[in-house]
């Protein structure tokens, strides 16, 4: 069985994060793409465009020294433009650790990531880790 296209694009996604490959990013995504982060943190906001989005990135990296990891559990797909994925995050901040389970929904035009929201399971956990 052949993985979808736009599963495909998902998953190049996660692999040029975990590497902090910001040039394939930024491939994967419209200049007007839009990352919807949910909470009330610092992070927390609707990141518009595709450099406020690699800002983001960036600041991940840095806010955690690096040691933000991001394992994909599944990534589905509707055939229709949108894609799921949930992974676990795991992650050190100053004294404080995070491992939580997240997913993003992506919204897939043309072979490019227009939208990404981001869901977790416990939103106060993820808002005081980041805050």
């Not at 072979?111 to 980041?130: L, S, V, Y």
Request: glycine share 12%.
């Amino acid at each position: 069985m052949s993985e979808h296209p736009d599963c495909a694009l998902v998953r190049r996604g996660y692999v040029a994060f975990s590497e902090g490959d910001m040039e394939t990013l930024s491939s994967l995504m419209t200049a007007d793409a839009v990352y919807h982060v949910p909470g009330n943190s610092p992070i927390s906001g609707h990141h518009k465009g595709r450099e406020a989005i690699l800002g983001l990135f960036r600041r991940l990296g840095e806010e955690t020294d690096g040691t933000m990891q991001v394992q994909v559990e599944a990534v589905l797909a509707d055939g229709r433009g949108h894609v799921m994925s949930f992974h676990t995050t795991r992650a050190d901040r100053g004294d404080r650790g995070i491992e939580i389970r997240d997913g993003l929904f992506f919204t897939i035009t043309g072979g490019k990531i227009t939208d990404i929201d981001e869901c977790t399971e416990d939103i106060d956990e993820t808002d005081a880790f980041w805050s």
